[in-house]
């Protein structure tokens, strides 16, 4: 109850604010709907890499993140192309602290 609670108030401050395009998609999915909400508030953040850590850990699959990235596109560019390499490269990433999210642990990437 309560993630779905804070999912409600993160998409009602990111549809409140932001350039078009940064809002989150409606959804069904309540993990989707918080995983979206991540990358949105992260969108908004100049596409920070480093901020969509929160995405990686409540996205709770590749998949999932891949969709809400798809939704705001600007975050997958140069050196990295697709979602699973980034958020590989995040896991391995020590300073990151996603070692342990079901993501990292789903691909079998921690720091080295």
Known sequence: MRIGLIAV???ALVGCSGPPGSTP????????????ADVAAAALNDH????LDAA?????TVDR??????RHPGFLSGAVTTPAEFVG??????SAGLASTGICVALGRKPA
Do not use: F, G, K, V
Request: charged share 30%; aromatic share 0%; net charge negative.
């Open 48 to 51: 920070e890499i480093t901020a």
């Open 65 to 70: 993140l891949q969709t809400a990235i798809s």
């Open 25 to 36: 998609a409606p959804t069904d999915d309540p993990i989707l709907a918080t995983c979206d």
């Open 9 to 11: 108030l993160a998409l």
């Open 89 to 94: 490269r995040r896991c391995e990433d020590a």
């Open 56 to 60: 990686i850990r409540d996205c709770q």
